[in-house]
Every structure is written in C-alpha cells, then in structure tokens.
Antibody, heavy 123, light 109 residues
Framework: QVTLRESGPALVKPTQTLTLTCTFSGFSLSTSGMCVSWIRQPPGKALEWLALIDWDDDKYYSTSLKTRLTISKDTSKNQVVLTMTNMDPVDTATYYC???????????????WGQGTLVTVSS | DIQMTQSPSSLSASVGDRVTITCQASQDISNYLNWYQQKPGKAPKLLIYDASNLETGVPSRFSGSGSGTDFTFTISSLQPEDIATYYCQQYDNLPPGFTFGPGTKVDIK
C-alpha cells in the first residue's frame, strides 16, 4: 500500500526558508522509474507543480521558482525534502507531495498523493 | 512554458446528465495530458492519463479524448459523488515538467 505524508511548519514568517518533508511507504525511491514531486495549491486556486526528484537523483524544478527551490532525498528514510527560500505571503498554500511511477513508456502522472499540509506565510 | 486553459470554469448539471470539459494547450503536447478530480479539502485523484486511458479503479462513466492542443473530458452520466473540481495537467518528459489547467468546478443543479 502506497502512502505519502507531508510534514513541516504550519506558519512561517516572510523571508524565512520553508523546509517540508515527504515521508512515504509502499515503494522505494531507489527503484528504477520511481519519482516524487512537490505540488502546491493556494487557497481557492489551481495546482502548481514545484519540483521532482527521481530514482537516479536527477532533480527538476519549476522554471518560475527554480532559484528558490531545492529538492533532495534520503532513500534510507524513505523521505524527500523540499526547501523554499525567501518565503512571501503569496506562497501561502497547501503543499502536496505525490508519486510518479514511470513504466516502460515515459508517461508521467501523479498516481498517489499525500493529504497535503497548509503553510501560511505571515508575520 | 506551455499554458493550459479549461472551459468552462464552472458548470451546474443534473444527475444523469452528460458533462463535457475542454482543455486546450498553448502548443502541441501530443497526448501528454492527464485529468484529476479534486473534492473539497482532499488531494487530487488521477482519473485519466495520456489523454484517454482510464486509471485502474476509476468508473467507466469518466472518459477522455484528444491530442495535439485540444482535449475533452466527459462524464457520461453525472452522479452526486462527482461533485468536484476537475483539472487537466500536461507534462513534458525531456526534461520533466508539468502544468495544470485552472480547473472546472462541477456542481449538481
């Protein structure tokens, strides 16, 4: 059974760095084809993809946010960590982690999601 | 970056109605298009991948079609449990990148 769970602070101040952890089970990020992504959703708004890390430790970022994001993994702990620097109130959102399992064809879809964690940016 | 649009932004239909949502990409994305359902307070759920493939366990009243820049998502017979917001999502695979549409909120009339 695949599960993912996000954890991190509920409240951060402007200019601070946000660190979120995705702890997962039911798969290994060392298995070929496995990827974990971060996606966020401001209240009442649409989803926005942030970053992806794959089984080979390759990392990919949203073009608009890449200067502020860092994604990493700890395979032994089954965790993926996202840091976002210089937080601003517009970054207030629910942050989700989600899995991609690439099969033989390079088809990318998010098949399992965490429940999300709401992060509010306010002084 | 590829931009995604969806229409309508919201709709209201009766139980049993056929519901259609369209999604348009700003450039040709082949069939690299997925559809998700999101109920209030919940994470999105994958329904359709690669434009027309039904995810395992998803009811057959959901379907998708299209390629290139124009895509369609259909609920053949709307059920009360289908009340949700539906998002299309395109992907690039070299390198990986993803863009979601703005969403379509579906209500019961």
């Amino acid at each position: 059974q695949v599960t993912l769970r996000e954890s991190g602070p509920a409240l951060v101040k402007p200019t601070q760095t946000l660190t979120l952890t995705c702890t997962f089970s039911g798969f290994s990020l060392s298995t070929s084809g496995m990827c974990v992504s971060w996606i966020r959703q401001p209240p009442g708004k649409a989803l926005e993809w942030l970053a992806l890390i794959d089984w080979d430790d390759d990392k990919y970022y949203s073009t608009s946010l890449k200067t502020r994001l860092t994604i990493s993994k700890d395979t032994s702990k089954n965790q993926v960590v996202l840091t976002m620097t210089n937080m601003d109130p517009v970054d207030t959102a629910t942050y989700y982690c989600a899995r991609i399992h690439l099969s033989g064809l390079a088809t990318y879809y998010f098949d399992y999601w965490g429940q999300g964690t709401l992060v509010t940016v306010s002084s | 970056d590829i931009q995604m649009t969806q229409s309508p932004s919201s709709l209201s239909a009766s139980v049993g109605d056929r519901v259609t949502i369209t999604c348009q990409a700003s450039q040709d994305i082949s069939n690299y298009l997925n559809w998700y359902q999101q109920k209030p307070g919940k994470a999105p759920k994958l329904l359709i991948y690669d434009a027309s493939n039904l995810e395992t366990g998803v009811p057959s009243r959901f379907s998708g079609s299209g390629s290139g820049t124009d895509f369609t998502f259909t609920i053949s017979s709307l059920q009360p449990e289908d009340i949700a917001t539906y998002y299309c999502q395109q992907y690039d695979n070299l390198p990986p990148g993803f863009t979601f549409g703005p969403g379509t909120k579906v209500d019961i009339k």
